[in-house]
C-alpha cells in the first residue's frame, strides 16, 4: 500500500459515456498528479495539481477534465472519449515546494480504461 | 499496471546475480533523476533517486550512477532476487518543473 487509493480499478466505457477517475491519498502530501500509461509508450504526464492549482496541463484534449477539490482529492473526468484512450491511468502524489514538485512520488495501483 | 503491450528490452538474469540496468536521458539540463519500479498490476514505485551534483548514489542493494558527460543513467541492483522482477524505468526533471519518463526494461530473475 501506498497511501494512495485509486477507483474504480477498471472501466470500460463507450465513447458517449462520461464516467469519473477518482484518486485519494492519504500521505498529507500537497501535489497530486494525472499520469497516462498506454503500450508503446512512455508514462506520460497530464495533469499537475500544486495546493489544489493546476500548474501543468501538457496538451491534454478537452475530453479529459480534471478536478481537485482539496489537496487529499483529485478527479479525471471523461466525456466522448476515443478508442484510443484505452490505457492505464495512474494517480500520484508528493510532497514539498513547486520548485522540487518531482520529487519522490507515490503512485496509486491506477485505473485500466477501456474505452469501446 | 506495467506497460503491456510496450515492447520493452529485457534483462534476464539468475538469483543472486547482479544486474545493471541502463537508461539514456534526453536533456542535458535535467538536474534530479529518479529509478522506479513496477510490479504487475501496480503503480511505479519509487527506488532511487540522484541528483546532477553527484554521480553515484547507494540504497539497500541498489546503486545509482550517473554519467553527465554521456548523459546516462544506471541502475544496479546486487544480488538479484525474484522480488526484483518487474519493468524499470527512469525519469528526468528540470526546471521549470517538468519530467520525462523512459520506456523501461523488463528485468526477469531465474532462479
Known amino acids: 500500500e501506498t497511501g494512495v487509493t485509486q477507483t474504480p480499478r477498471h472501466l470500460v466505457m463507450g465513447m458517449t459515456n462520461k464516467k469519473s477517475l477518482k484518486c485519494e491519498q492519504h500521505l498529507g502530501h500537497n501535489a497530486m498528479y494525472w499520469y497516462k500509461q498506454s503500450a508503446k509508450k512512455p508514462l506520460e504526464l497530464m495533469f499537475v495539481y500544486s495546493l489544489e492549482e493546476r500548474v501543468e496541463n501538457n496538451s491534454v484534449p478537452s475530453r479529459f477534465s480534471p478536478e481537485c477539490p482539496n489537496s487529499s482529492h483529485l478527479f479525471l473526468h471523461l466525456h466522448t472519449l476515443q478508442p484510443e484512450d484505452s490505457a492505464l491511468y495512474l494517480c500520484?502524489?508528493?510532497?514539498?515546494?513547486?520548485?522540487?514538485?518531482?520529487?519522490?512520488?507515490?503512485f496509486g495501483p491506477g485505473t485500466r480504461l477501456t474505452v469501446l | 499496471g506495467e506497460s503491456v503491450g510496450l515492447h520493452l528490452p529485457t534483462l534476464s538474469v539468475q538469483e543472486g546475480d547482479n544486474s545493471i540496468i541502463n537508461c539514456a536521458y534526453s536533456n542535458s539540463a535535467s538536474d534530479y533523476f529518479i529509478w522506479y519500479k513496477q510490479e504487475s498490476g501496480k503503480g511505479p514505485q519509487f527506488i532511487i533517486d540522484?541528483?546532477?551534483?553527484?554521480d553515484k548514489r547507494q540504497g539497500q542493494r541498489v546503486t545509482v550512477l550517473l554519467n553527465k558527460t554521456v548523459k546516462h543513467l544506471s541502475l544496479q541492483i546486487a544480488a538479484t532476487q525474484p522480488g526484483d522482477s518487474a519493468v524499470y524505468f527512469c525519469a528526468e526533471t528540470l526546471s521549470p518543473p517538468t519530467v520525462i519518463f523512459g520506456t523501461g526494461t523488463r528485468l526477469q530473475v531465474f532462479p
Open positions: 500520484a502524489s508528493s510532497q514539498g515546494p513547486l520548485a522540487v514538485l518531482y520529487n519522490e512520488q507515490f
Open positions: 540522484i541528483r546532477s551534483n553527484m
